[in-house]
Every structure is written in structure tokens, then in C-alpha cells.
């Protein structure tokens, strides 16, 4: 949303909460001053006061506006100092921007997500949206592969996935510890386990670019078609409002055309896993 | 267009008017090269009508190098932009499509836009590096300027293009001659000879769009052959009236600076994991004309160059782009 | 012909593996006349790296790890074999020496293919070689091109 019609000025929101996800992971809980929503896949930017802002997108679930959540890693400089703050701040959200999941056309589909690393983060959001509209939906599959356990964040929620109707989440990891007795390996591995019918079905691949890439070409050998893969695409986005140039992927704004595309639409655009 | 003429003397006069209404900025031919000044009474009479651009593009006046976001600047005071070419004018255009857009209108841009008069003048001569006519731009206004305006034999035409031009013009209080044909005529003779000279001077340059497919088409040994005295300043984004990519700055109280930026300099696209798809010179370098010729179109009705040859006149490593473009023709599709 | 155990149940394992969609009547009798079906119980090893294999396996219950031993013998898991997934593939190819150790990570039950008499098959009937051995292939190089993805994941930051 725009305060006063500024396009650069953010609404205040109080830093309410933060949950400890994994050494390098918090989630943030906040509390906008004003009221705000967004839709699953959307991103915001979120500014630390006086230091800098940054992309991100929403962990929590779209139908709750009192307050959203961030799931943020620890990665460079506006992370690092956002990862030793204390509640009781404030902070700046403008947004939200860009196109989101088009969950109503995910009626009557079978929905395969797959994910990787900090992709889990809108994943999550986006399992919270599905989980409203499950009636009008056939099955959601989750296949997520994390590097380590410890990295693995949300574990509650698989085992919650796995006990709700019409859902099922599976997990495995690159680099197994010594308690681990599930799957290991990458999270395309996965795929071989599942039982999907393709025809009727859509993919969401969401990740770092390296799983996107290998995900997406997995995905084209299963028999999935171009328009049946949503990817989201974040990179470098920092005004959101498809002017500054620093997010453009060829023809592409991918604050404002993105960040969700269909493969059928990018799959002409070069370097797109840069 | 409509056409108005009054004595030279007399419009000097009237811009002594002006000036108490209106901060005026108007071409001046200074020692080194023309550039816009801010017009004081006394610099009235050397304010340069129809000669080579101004050093400084259009957009300086609408998208400030370092601007607070949060608070206006810009007082909202009516000005009067004159001396403007037609390819800043165009420039102008395509930054109109990105900062007044439908979802997200940037206020601080269309406050000076909305209190900005523009007076184009067109060209009688021409610079070395002009190629507006390659890519369809005239050398003399268009629609899009408010006024148009002509110095030809101690007589000011000016050609009234719109409702905010017309409306200025009625402000004006000595007598108006409405344009006699013999004055329009000689006006119609220097546009032609204008273009003709642009012709000479551009032969062999390919078009807008077939830059763009030749652009696209082309392999890398050409960049990195070209970008090879490139230094990365940045010289040629900041002075190319179409280019206005911008950082977001933080400073404390959520206010945000904005300050204009380039893809050409290091780091332009690098995200927090250290990752920068265009960290390698030559590929940043291609970026940009990939950018200006072949993106920006299928986004854009407006062009991404205007052909006005600044970057060519700023650039420190001496790197003329139409050259490039010009070699891209000779050579086999798929070559270099 | 089988002599322990007739053909008739591991014709209906086999059967309901995606593996063998596309295979007729008379190629899948022909699998299930050199196969048996084998179990392994928790921890089990089936086999070794190194170990020289004559059998080519088909996973139809439960869960193996696949990995690589280190010169100290510490074992390093690198993946997980799933139901209906083929593995052992080195059984058809000479020198027919393991590449990875395969462990039972729950209790296990295996499709076991007499991998000498499924080469003397091929050879019978080329169609039918054709066809596996591009199967096998290709489950040889997804499992390269997973590996390679495992690799750049674990030289890179997510």
C-alpha cells in the first residue's frame, strides 16, 4: 500500500516477535501500523531504519493481516543487522509488490511444490493459502530438500502436512547428521517417490537459482509443460516498483512482472538462472 | 502547429516578464560547450537559440542525481525549460512511461512535470555523434514539447504544440505576428537541410529496431573487443537522457534518498549472496545496449536512445557504439 | 525356469512397477523367469563398494541408503534409493563392479534380476535390449545429474 500516495515512503511497523528458526534463520513477526495484506508469492521491502532495506516475502499466511512474518537469513549486511535486533523497534514495509501465486487457477489440480534452502519461506506461505481453498483443490505436494537437518526450518510443519487431508510433505537433505533417518540427497530425488497425475497438474519450484534450474529440468522430463511450472524468480529487487532497473531479467521487471512466471514465459530469456 | 513571431527585442523583454513569474533554464553557449544556466535578466541576451545541444540532458531537471524521497524538494515554483533538442524530448517520453505509470506514479517526477514548460528548439546544425534521424526522431519538435522555437533573420517563431504552451504564449503582452509562410518556409528549408546533413553524417547506421535484432543476434567477441578502454565511469549512463536506474539510500526516520545510478558500474545487480550476473566488463557492457535496443522496445513504445551521440561525446575510453553497430551490419549473422 | 519360487508373484510385483510400463506380456514373463524376490532386513548391507554384482535390483518395499566408503571405512550417505527405483546397474555392465555401498535404512524387499541371463536376453532379442538398456541409462543419468546438483548445493550457500 501507498502512504500519502508516496511511492518511496514506508508504513511503520512494530517489530513484535522473533522466532529463532536455526542459527543463521529468524522469522520476524510484524505488526503493521496500518492495515496491510498481501497475496501468497508477493514480496515486500523491508527496511531497517537508517541501514537499508531488503526483498522479502512473507512466510505467514495471507489471511492473517493483524500481523505478518518474515523469515529472514542471515546472508549480508541488512540481514546481519537485522538478525541483532530486539522487538520493540520499528521498521519499514513498503509493498506489497508484484504478482503472486494465481491460486484460483490451481482449482481442481493436483499441486506439486518443490523447494529448497530459503525457498521454504514463501513455500510456507503459500501452504497456508492452499490449506484454505483445499476443498477445490485435488492434492499439494511438498518436496523440499534442506543441506543439513539443522537448516531445515518449519520441521513442525511437515509432520502438520502429513496429517492433514489431501496433503502430503516430503523431505530430505544433502548432508546427512548422525540422528537422521530420512531421505538424503537432493530435493529432485524426491520426484521418483511421488505419485502425480501430470495432466492435471501444476509445479511451483521455489529456491535458490541452482535448485530452480535443476528442479525446473526435472520437472520438463517428468512430462510437465512450460505453463505448468511457476518459478519465483528473486533477485535483486529493490524498489519494487519496476523503475530503478536493478531487477531486470531481460525483458523483465521482475518486481513488477514477477516474481512468480510461468517457465513458458522466461524460458526465452537468457540467464535467467544467473 | 500554430505560429507566432515577434521581434527579437521584444522577446527579450518578455522573458524579463517571465522571469518574475517563472525560474527560467535556457541553453547558453559558454566557453567550453553549450549547457543549460539558470537565467538571470542579465543573461538574457546570451541565451542560445537553435545551436548544438546542451552538454546536459533533460532529464537532470526531472530526476535529480540525489533526491529525499520522504520530503519534498522541489517547492512546486513554475519553470521554463528552453533550448531543449528533440531527442531529449524523447528521452523525456520513455521516462514518462516508467515514472507516471498507472500503479506506481512517482510524485516528486510529476510535480516537475506538471510545472514544467518545455521549449524545444530545434536544430539547426548538428553535432558530430547526432543520429536521432537513424532511429526516426526528428532533428525539430515534435508534439511532445510544449513550444517549439526558431531564431531565423532578428525574428523569434515560436510554434505552439499545446494547451500549457498556448497558454503561455497568451501571456504574452506585446504583439504577436501569426507566422507568415515565407518565415514558415525558411523554417521548413533548415529542417530539411538538417536531415539531409544527418543522412551524410549516418550512413551505414543501421535502424532502431535493426540495432535490435543485430544487437541480439550478436556473439560476445564483439563486446569484448569494444569494451576493452572501458573504464566503467558510468559517464555514458549519466549523460543519456533515456537511462534512470536508481539506488534507494536509508537514512534514519525510514527516509529514503533516492540517487541515480548505473549499470554500468560494478555491483549494480550483485544481491547479498555475492552472486552479480554482470560482474565480467564485457557483459555489463553488452547489457546495456541489450537493454536500450532490445528490452526496453517489447516493454516500451517510447525509445530507450534518442540518438543524441552523448554517450559517444562523454565517453573517456573513446567508445563509439555506432560503430559497433555499424560492423554488426558487415558481418554474417551470428558472427563475432 | 525358476525352481524355488514360481513365477506367477513376482510377474505381479513386477507388474506394478512404473519401471516396466511399457513392457509386453512376453518381456515381462521373460524378467520374472530370471528374477526372484529378495528381503533384507533393517541395517542389512546388500552390498558393498567394490563388491562385484550379478544381480540387477528393483526396489519394491521400503527404504535403502547409497553411499561411498572413505580409506578409513566411514561410510558416507549420499542418497536414498525409493520404491520402484532400479538400482545395482553396474550388474549389467562390465567390469560389474559396485560403485556405492547399499544399505537397508527400514526393511526391504527387492525384485532380483539374474543380470548374466538378462544380457543373454538382450542379445535374443535386441528390441527388448534396446529398451532396458535405455531405461537403465537413463535412471544412470539422472542419478549424475542429481549428484552433480548434490555437489554444486554442497559448494554453495542457499
Known amino acids: 500500500m501507498q502512504v500519502d500516495n508516496n511511492i518511496y515512503k514506508p508504513l511503520r511497523a512494530e517489530l513484535t516477535g522473533i522466532i529463532d528458526e536455526s542459527p543463521v534463520i529468524k522469522t520476524f513477526v510484524l505488526k503493521p501500523e496500518n492495515h496491510f495484506s498481501f497475496k501468497t508469492g508477493q514480496f515486500i521491502e523491508l527496511s531497517v531504519d537508517g541501514i537499508g532495506e531488503a526483498p522479502f516475502t512473507p512466510s505467514s499466511s495471507p ?12 546472508t549480508g549486511y541488512v540481514t546481519e543487522y537485522m538478525h541483532n535486533l530486539r522487538p520493540g523497534v520499528f521498521m519499514g514495509i513498503r509493498g506489497p509488490y508484484g504478482r503472486g501465486y494465481p491460486v484460483n487457477s490451481f482449482f481442481g489440480k493436483e499441486v506439486l511444490i518443490l523447494g529448497g534452502g530459503c525457498g521454504l519461506a514463501p513455500i510456507r506461505s503459500l501452504l497456508y493459502a492452499l490449506e484454505d481453498i483445499k476443498e477445490k483443490l485435488i492434492k499439494v505436494i511438498l518436496c523440499y530438500g534442506s543441506k543439513t537437518p539443522s537448516d531445515c526450518i518449519y520441521k513442525p510443519l511437515f509432520t502438520r502436512l502429513n496429517n492433514t487431508e489431501k496433503f502430503e510433505a516430503h523431505l530430505t537433505v544433502d548432508k546427512p547428521d548422525k540422528e537422521w533417518n530420512g531421505s538424503v540427497g537432493v530435493a529432485t530425488t524426491l520426484l521418483s517417490k511421488i505419485q502425480i ?15 530452480m534450474k535443476f528442479g525446473t529440468i526435472r520437472l520438463l522430463e517428468m512430462g510437465f509443460k512450460d505453463d505448468q511450472i511457476y518459478l519465483s ?42 | 502547429m500554430l505560429y507566432k513571431c515577434i521581434k527579437k527585442e521584444e522577446w527579450d523583454k518578455v522573458l524579463e516578464q517571465f522571469l518574475l513569474s517563472y525560474t527560467i533554464f535556457a541553453n547558453i553557449e559558454n566557453e567550453f560547450c553549450p549547457d543549460y544556466e539558470l537565467i538571470r535578466p542579465q543573461d538574457i541576451p546570451r541565451i542560445s537559440y537553435n545551436k548544438p545541444k546542451p552538454a546536459t540532458s533533460l532529464k537532470s531537471f526531472f530526476l535529480p542525481v540525489r533526491e529525499n524521497v520522504s520530503c519534498p524538494g522541489y517547492d512546486g515554483k513554475p519553470r521554463i525549460i528552453m533550448g531543449a533538442p528533440n531527442c531529449d524530448i524523447e528521452g523525456l517520453s520513455l521516462l514518462d512511461e516508467i515514472y507516471l505509470d498507472n500503479e506506481f506514479s512517482d510524485i516528486f ?24 534521424l537513424s532511429y526516426d526522431i526528428k532533428p525539430y519538435s515534435s508534439e511532445k514539447a510544449d513550444i517549439a522555437i526558431n531564431y531565423l533573420d532578428g525574428i523569434i517563431v515560436l510554434g505552439i504544440i499545446t494547451a500549457k504552451g498556448e497558454d503561455l504564449v497568451n501571456r504574452i503582452a506585446a504583439e504577436l505576428i501569426p507566422g507568415d509562410n515565407i518565415l514558415i518556409s525558411a523554417v521548413e528549408r533548415l529542417h530539411k537541410a538538417v536531415e539531409a546533413s544527418l543522412v551524410t553524417e549516418n550512413e551505414g547506421l543501421p535502424s532502431y529496431e535493426d540495432t535490435g535484432k543485430l544487437v541480439n543476434e550478436s556473439g560476445p567477441d564483439i563486446w569484448e ?53 554482470l560482474r565480467e566488463l564485457h557483459i555489463r557492457f553488452r547489457n546495456r545496449y541489450m537493454c536500450k535496443y532490445v528490452w526496453k522496445p517489447r516493454k516500451f513504445s517510447s525509445h530507450a536512445c534518442t540518438g543524441c551521440g552523448r554517450c559517444i561525446e562523454a565517453c573517456i575510453g573513446k567508445i563509439n557504439k555506432n560503430e559497433i553497430f555499424k560492423e554488426l551490419v558487415k558481418q554474417p549473422v551470428n558472427a563475432g | 525356469m525358476k525352481k524355488n519360487q514360481t513365477i506367477k508373484p513376482i510377474l505381479e510385483e513386477i507388474k506394478k512397477i512404473r519401471f516396466f510400463d511399457d513392457y509386453d506380456e512376453k518381456q515381462l514373463l521373460t524378467i520374472a523367469g530370471i528374477s526372484s524376490i529378495k ?7 546388500l552390498f558393498e ?35 520402484g527405483e532400479l538400482f545395482s546397474w553396474s550388474a549389467v555392465f562390465s567390469p560389474y563392479i559396485s560403485t556405492a555401498w547399499v544399505k537397508a535404512l527400514t526393511p526391504v524387499k527387492v525384485i532380483a534380476i539374474d543380470s548374466k541371463k538378462l544380457n543373454l536376453e538382450f542379445t535374443r532379442d535386441c528390441e527388448f535390449g534396446l529398451k532396458s538398456m535405455s531405461k537403465i541409462a537413463q535412471t544412470i543419468s539422472r542419478r549424475l545429474t542429481d549428484t552433480r546438483f548434490h555437489l554444486i548445493n554442497l559448494l554453495t550457500i542457499t
Not at chain 2, 510535480?111 to 543520429?131: F, G, Q, Y
Not at chain 2, 536506474?245 to 549499470?263: R, Y
Not at chain 3, 544381480?55 to 536414498?80: C, D
Open chain 1, 63 to 74: 489471511l492473517i493481516t493483524e500481523n505478518l512474518e518474515v523469515t529472514v537469513m542471515k
Open chain 1, 197 to 211: 497425475n501430470i495432466d492435471n497438474a501444476i509445479a511451483v519450484v521455489c529456491g535458490p537459482p541452482v535448485m
Open chain 1, 233 to 274: 524468480m528473486e533477485k535483486n529487487m529493490s524498489c519494487g516498483l519496476g523503475k530503478c532497473g536493478h531487477c531486470m531479467m531481460g525483458e523483465f521487471f521482475i518486481c513488477k512482472d514477477g516474481p512468480v512466471f510461468t517457465y513458458a514465459e522466461l524460458k526465452d530469456t537468457p540467464d535467467i538462472w544467473k
Open chain 2, 109 to 132: 517526477y510529476k510535480r516537475r512535470r506538471e510545472n514544467t514548460i518545455l521549449i524545444s528548439a530545434d536544430c539547426n546544425s548538428i553535432n558530430k555523434h547526432c543520429h536521432c
Open chain 2, 225 to 277: 573487443r569494444y569494451s576493452s578502454n572501458c573504464v566503467s565511469c558510468g559517464a555514458c549512463v549519466t549523460s543519456c537522457p533515456a537511462c534512470s536506474c536508481f539506488l534507494l539510500i536509508d537514512k534514519p526516520g525510514l527516509e529514503k534518498v533516492k540517487q541515480m545510478d548505473g549499470c554500468q558500474y560494478p555491483g549494480f545487480e550483485r544481491v547479498a549472496g555475492g552472486e552479480d550476473p
Open chain 3, 39 to 45: 528381503q533384507f532386513k533393517v541395517k542389512e548391507i
Open chain 3, 49 to 83: 563398494q567394490y563388491d562385484e554384482l550379478s544381480e540387477l535390483y528393483i526396489l519394491i518395499q521400503g527404504t535403502l541408503s547409497l553411499g561411498i566408503s572413505l580409506p578409513n571405512e566411514k561410510r558416507i550417505h549420499l542418497g536414498t534409493i525409493e520404491e
